[in-house]
């Protein structure tokens, strides 16, 4: 078992430092399905079914294709791009270490509600009690996440709309 | 018991997978002699007796074909593409059930591989990552028509998922599990999910269609615009595994049609022949009965393909988000309703 996870977290590693280094702009991508991929495989070696796989339908499924799309399209293969301005770098780094931030106090300090599940006894890796914990101890959280996924669709709608007005 | 558990599940593994390749390998020939029957012609009948051979030839022919690879910076995304194709559409047969079980040897034999919680979704996952065979393959390729094609199949595949996975989602209310074993016991005797999910099953079947590629879908090989889309600069063997990988996921795809909707292994007095023939008996007639389900959706591909024309693009596109994704979201909400009323 923890050779596998030695063995996953050595690919995540390193397809996640090739997605940055690497020139090509495909090349990237690819290598990020594959950081996709491994993930996923961590979340099944902590049993998560469900999790791992909506993990591939939802990244690797749907966003990297219509990033590949996009980049394909887009045709970015010259290299040496010029580098952005000096605030702009600043202003990328202090926002990803809020999120870190974030992210971290998240793990450390939130309660696992699963405990619960799993002292009555439930097998708290099926969809059922999965649902269970989303629909009733998380509705509310749950509820926001979808208004605010309805809001970012209904801000691309109006921005496609837009410059299709202008033009 | 571990042991046999390994043999077992090995023994059920390799057989879906020469089952998998027999079915494309003959497919081939089907659809040659049903498009020549369709256009009244004799189709291929030289290689044994009735062209029964011809699948070999075919294959025999690709193998010794000279091995081009274009002038491409990306030689090995360019060796990718197909493998992709192909390992994507061998992997869903996994999660399908072939039958309910067996008595064999003092114990029950499951016929299935593998049955795990949330097949339903990992079919969906095969299929949302079978795309990028193509797209890989295209672009790599290093040829405009390629890359066009590349980028159709891939918008087309997106947008018809959307609609395949809501259509899926009112059978899944209705029968309250994503495990695929579960909904084919669930139709046990004339209980198929096809008789309540009449508009899902409709919806379904058009987005399999846009899924495997086929007309009236084949945007992504439009031999009229795109010389031969993604596969283009591909020969040989290479080239054989993409069109092989299309036979292999019609043949998968007809089979979760037949497993979802229409009854998957059962059929009418299943019961009464388990009791009086015994268990084994039934099943091997249960299994029977799937393939002849199989074969009426594969023919169905290409008795579609061969009568109904390709769609324009744009045609493609407003079928697909303004028609089939409404339509799915309203299917949901009246089985909803439906459910709530009869409960």
Same mark, same amino acid.
């Not at chain 2, 390799?14 to 027999?22: E, G, K, N």
């Not at chain 2, 049903?34 to 290689?47: E, S, T, Y």
């Given at each position: 078992?923890?050779?596998?996870?030695?063995?996953?977290?050595?690919?995540?590693?390193?397809?996640?430092?090739?997605?940055?280094?690497?020139?090509?702009?495909?090349?990237?991508?690819?290598?990020?399905?594959?950081?996709?991929?491994?993930?996923?495989?961590?979340?099944?070696?902590?049993?998560?079914?469900?999790?791992?796989?909506?993990?591939?339908?939802?990244?690797?499924?749907?966003?990297?294709?219509?990033?590949?799309?996009?980049?394909?399209?887009?045709?970015?293969?010259?290299?040496?791009?010029?580098?952005?301005?000096?605030?702009?770098?600043?202003?990328?780094?202090?926002?990803?270490?809020?999120?870190?931030?974030?992210?971290?106090?998240?793990?450390?300090?939130?309660?696992?509600?699963?405990?619960?599940?799993?002292?009555?006894?439930?097998?708290?890796?099926?969809?059922?009690?999965?649902?269970?914990?989303?629909?009733?101890?998380?509705?509310?959280?749950?509820?926001?996440?979808?208004?605010?996924?309805?809001?970012?669709?209904?801000?691309?709608?109006?921005?496609?709309?837009?410059?299709?007005?202008?033009? | 018991?571990?042991?046999?558990?390994?043999?077992?599940?090995?023994?059920?593994?390799?057989?879906?997978?020469?089952?998998?390749?027999?079915?494309?390998?003959?497919?081939?020939?089907?659809?040659?002699?049903?498009?020549?029957?369709?256009?009244?012609?004799?189709?291929?009948?030289?290689?044994?007796?009735?062209?029964?051979?011809?699948?070999?030839?075919?294959?025999?022919?690709?193998?010794?074909?000279?091995?081009?690879?274009?002038?491409?910076?990306?030689?090995?995304?360019?060796?990718?593409?197909?493998?992709?194709?192909?390992?994507?559409?061998?992997?869903?047969?996994?999660?399908?059930?072939?039958?309910?079980?067996?008595?064999?040897?003092?114990?029950?034999?499951?016929?299935?591989?593998?049955?795990?919680?949330?097949?339903?979704?990992?079919?969906?996952? !095969? &299929?949302?990552?079978?795309? =990028?065979?193509?797209?890989?393959?295209? /672009? *790599?390729?290093? $040829?405009?028509?390629?890359?066009?094609?590349?980028?159709?199949?891939?918008?087309?595949?997106?947008?018809?998922?959307?609609?395949?996975?809501?259509?899926?989602?009112?059978?899944?209310?209705?029968?309250?599990?994503?495990?695929?074993?579960?909904?084919?016991?669930?139709?046990?005797?004339?209980?198929?999910?096809?008789?309540?999910?009449?508009?899902?099953?409709?919806?379904?079947?058009?987005?399999?269609?846009?899924?495997?590629?086929?007309?009236?879908?084949?945007?992504?090989?439009?031999?009229?615009?795109?010389?031969?889309?993604?596969?283009?600069?591909?020969?040989?063997?290479?080239?054989?595994?993409?069109?092989?990988?299309?036979?292999?996921?019609?043949?998968?795809?007809?089979?979760?049609?037949? !497993? &979802?909707?229409?009854?998957? =292994?059962?059929?009418?007095?299943?019961? /009464? *022949?388990?009791? $009086?023939?015994?268990?084994?008996?039934?099943?091997?007639?249960?299994?029977?009965?799937?393939?002849?389900?199989?074969?009426?959706?594969?023919?169905?591909?290409?008795?579609?393909?061969?009568?109904?024309?390709?769609?324009?693009?744009?045609?493609?596109?407003?079928?697909?988000?303004?028609?089939?994704?409404?339509?799915?979201?309203?299917?949901?909400?009246?089985?909803?309703?439906?459910?709530?009323?009869?409960?």
């Amino acid at each position: 078992m923890l050779t596998l996870f030695y063995i996953l977290s050595a690919i995540t590693l390193g397809t996640a430092f090739l997605t940055i280094f690497s020139k090509n702009p495909i090349h990237s991508a690819i290598y990020l399905v594959l950081c996709f991929f491994s993930i996923a495989g961590h979340y099944l070696m902590f049993n998560a079914q469900f999790l791992a796989i909506v993990h591939i339908i939802v990244y690797s499924g749907a966003i990297m294709i219509l990033m590949l799309f996009t980049i394909m399209l887009m045709n970015l293969n010259k290299e040496g791009e010029k580098s952005k301005n000096a605030w702009s770098q600043i202003a990328a780094v202090i926002s990803f270490c809020l999120l870190a931030l974030v992210l971290l106090a998240t793990f450390i300090k939130a309660q696992q509600p699963e405990y619960n599940y799993a002292t009555k006894g439930a097998d708290f890796q099926s969809i059922k009690v999965l649902g269970q914990v989303l629909l009733n101890d998380y509705m509310v959280p749950f509820e926001f996440a979808s208004v605010l996924l309805l809001v970012s669709m209904i801000g691309a709608v109006l921005l496609s709309k837009k410059e299709h007005i202008n033009n | 018991m571990e042991e046999a558990i390994i043999i077992e599940k090995s023994v059920i593994i390799i057989a879906v997978f020469a089952l998998t390749m027999l079915m494309a390998m003959y497919s081939t020939l089907a659809e040659r002699k049903i498009a020549a029957w369709l256009q009244d012609r004799v189709g291929p009948n030289r290689a044994g007796k009735g062209g029964i051979l011809q699948p070999l030839a075919d294959g025999l022919k690709l193998f010794a074909k000279e091995e081009f690879v274009p002038n491409t910076p990306n030689k090995f995304l360019f060796f990718v593409g197909p493998a992709i194709s192909m390992s994507m559409a061998l992997m869903t047969s996994a999660v399908l059930p072939w039958g309910d079980k067996l008595h064999l040897f003092g114990r029950d034999i499951i016929l299935q591989a593998t049955d795990i919680d949330v097949a339903l979704l990992y079919v969906f996952g !095969v &299929l949302s990552v079978s795309v =990028y065979g193509i797209m890989i393959g295209g /672009w *790599a390729s290093n $040829n405009k028509f390629s890359l066009m094609s590349a980028m159709r199949a891939a918008s087309q595949m997106i947008s018809y998922e959307v609609a395949m996975g809501l259509s899926i989602i009112a059978l899944i209310m209705m029968t309250g599990t994503l495990s695929i074993r579960e909904i084919a016991l669930g139709q046990n005797g004339m209980n198929w999910n096809v008789f309540y999910q009449p508009v899902g099953f409709l919806i379904f079947l058009i987005c399999s269609f846009a899924e495997a590629n086929r007309t009236p879908f084949d945007l992504a090989e439009c031999e009229a615009e795109l010389i031969g889309g993604y596969h283009t600069e591909y020969s040989s063997m290479k080239m054989g595994f993409y069109l092989f990988a299309e036979y292999a996921a019609m043949f998968i795809s007809s089979t979760i049609l037949a !497993v &979802l909707y229409f009854g998957a =292994y059962n059929y009418p007095g299943m019961d /009464w *022949a388990e009791k $009086n023939w015994g268990v084994n008996i039934a099943n091997v007639i249960g299994i029977f009965v799937l393939f002849i389900k199989i074969c009426f959706f594969i023919f169905f591909y290409m008795w579609v393909r061969w009568t109904i024309p390709r769609f324009r693009y744009d045609q493609l596109m407003r079928l697909g988000w303004k028609a089939l994704i409404p339509l799915s979201i309203a299917n949901i909400i009246i089985t909803g309703i439906v459910m709530l009323l009869v409960d």
